[in-house]
């Protein structure tokens, strides 16, 4: 029973980058295999597109971190509320560009915003959050504003923590 609820939570998990038809389904152990392989590749590529597109891209300590309260569609039947976040780093270790300590990067988060689904997430749906002052990202940003962070040190949370993408990135200029 333990196996096969690993192999399950495998497949779920594993299975996020792939198709939305088939995101929830419980697959076998070569079958995860092959799918991760599969998104592993997608994220691969989608991460140099991204590092072509940024203007910047680095891995800092998040030092400080403020925002502030916007309305957006005020006049919807739910209005989007966000957080317009200005995210300071130092102790940077470039990869692309040259980013100065203490430049602000802007960000938005919606608090109105939910998401539900074993499907693909975009590549670029991933920021620090309101609380991510304190950690270590990479960072990919361009014009003053972050295009998509990835935590650091490693959290072994998708197909690639943020350390491996940064090594990916490095071995791909």
Known sequence: MK?????????LFVF?????A????VLSPEQVAQKRKEGLETMKKDVRA?????????IGYLGKLTY?????EPEARFPNIVHV????????QQIKGAYKD?????????QT???????????????????????TFLVYAKDGKILRTSLLPHAPVGLMDGQQEADFLRTAQ
């Open 113 to 135: 915003r939910i998401v539900v689904g074993c499907g693909y997430r975009d590549i670029r749906d991933s920021n620090p959050g309101d609380h991510g002052a304190g950690e």
């Open 102 to 110: 203490d430049q602000p990067l802007e960000f938005v988060t919606s």
């Open 68 to 72: 502030r309260v916007e309305t957006r």
């Open 16 to 20: 996020t980058a792939a198709a939305p």
């Open 50 to 58: 991204l590092m072509d597109e940024a203007d910047q891209v680095f």
């Open 85 to 92: 976040n200005q995210a300071h780093f130092r102790n940077v």
């Open 3 to 11: 196996c096969f609820a690993r192999s399950l939570l495998l497949s």
């Open 22 to 25: 088939l995101a929830c389904a």
